[in-house]
């Protein structure tokens, strides 16, 4: 069992919880991710490892809670316990393969967008601890939705806000900050890190196509097994089919068939809204007639 020694409401339905997981801990780099079961007769949720303490032998997960099973997750409270997390699963970023001098020779910029600067923070610890410089652009829907931005603040060297609203920061998407930051503020990147949602990550590769920017995103495709052997988590990657949970889940951003991966992630909308309907309405103690079958 994986007890959870935190919990924090970090914005509405996004929550971090961090868990007991020594040999997780021990072994996790940044990139990778766990799939989590909160009791037995639970669906495998896969979540980005959004940190990592080895001598606390803690992992910290970044839920918003969607679905059923995500709800499940941040229904948890701290001295309860998951029934599994598995992990760390994936390949680590290809830059924890690199020398830190070439490294630091290099202008890295990450994108994180909503939910998915979580993930983007432990790329970002890693390589702050090594002495790497990288800017970091943070992109939400509004100020209350932004997520891990005292955290982003202690590793980056420059922390660009981007809100849909304009309620904090540019006032725009990530892709149009970008954009201003190389064409008006003379910003020069050598290579893109984007992690959020699938349509920010295609519109992030056309943005950086513009400017011959080499670019890495991390796609979240639906997942079973996590292990290579179900083909759930399929997509299309310069033409051929790899598994993300094995193969990924960071690629080459022009190689990906994004809209093939949309289509596939959004395969079972209609079975999850009416999952979560029949769960809304027996949390609300009313008589369930919502058949899943139908
Ligand atoms: P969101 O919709 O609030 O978008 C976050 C930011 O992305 C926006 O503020 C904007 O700057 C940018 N963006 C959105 N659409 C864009 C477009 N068309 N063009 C350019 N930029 C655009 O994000 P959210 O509601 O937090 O997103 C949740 C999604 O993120 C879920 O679908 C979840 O599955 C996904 N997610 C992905 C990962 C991952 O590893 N890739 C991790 C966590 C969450
Ligand atoms: Fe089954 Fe990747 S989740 S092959």
Redesign the pocket.
């Known amino acids: 069992m994986f007890k959870i020694v935190e919990k924090r409401r970090l914005a509405e339905a996004i929550y971090l919880t961090r868990v007991e997981a020594p040999r997780i801990a021990r072994s996790a780099k940044p990139g990778q991710f766990i799939i989590v079961r909160c009791d037995e007769n639970s669906e495998r949720i896969p979540l980005?490892i959004a940190d990592y303490d080895a001598e606390a032998g803690t992992i910290t997960m970044v839920t918003?809670a969607l679905g059923v099973s995500t709800r499940k997750i941040v229904a948890k409270e701290v001295g309860e316990s998951f029934a599994d997390v598995a992990g760390p699963l994936g390949r680590p970023s290809d830059f924890t393969a690199e020398s830190i001098e070439e490294l630091k020779s290099r202008r890295i910029v990450f994108i994180g967008?909503?939910?998915?600067t979580?993930?983007v923070y432990p790329q970002v610890k890693w390589l702050a601890e090594r002495g790497v410089e990288v800017d970091v652009i943070v992109?939400?829907?509004s100020r209350d939705?932004l997520i891990y931005r005292e955290e982003m603040e202690r590793v980056a060297t420059n922390l660009y806000i981007?809100?849909?609203d304009g309620s904090e920061g540019f006032h725009g998407?990530?892709?149009a900050l970008l954009e201003k930051l190389i064409t008006e503020d003379g910003k020069h990147y050598d290579m893109c890190v984007a992690?959020?949602?699938?349509?920010?990550?295609k519109?992030?590769t056309l943005t950086a196509r513009k400017f011959d920017l080499p670019c890495i995103v991390?796609?979240?495709a639906l997942m079973v097994d996590g292990t290579g052997m179900c083909g759930a988590c399929r997509v299309k990657i310069a033409g051929k089919t790899k598994f993300t949970c094995v193969d990924g889940?960071e690629f080459n951003a022009y190689d990906v068939d994004f809209d093939e991966a949309m289509r596939r992630q959004s395969m079972y909308r209609d079975q999850e809204q009416r999952a979560l309907a029949i769960a809304r309405e027996r949390e609300a103690g009313h008589k369930c007639n919502i058949g899943l079958d139908k």
């Open positions: 980005t918003q967008g909503g939910v998915g979580a993930p992109g939400a829907k939705m981007a809100t849909d998407l990530v892709t992690i959020g949602p699938m349509i920010m990550m519109f992030v991390s796609l979240n889940p």
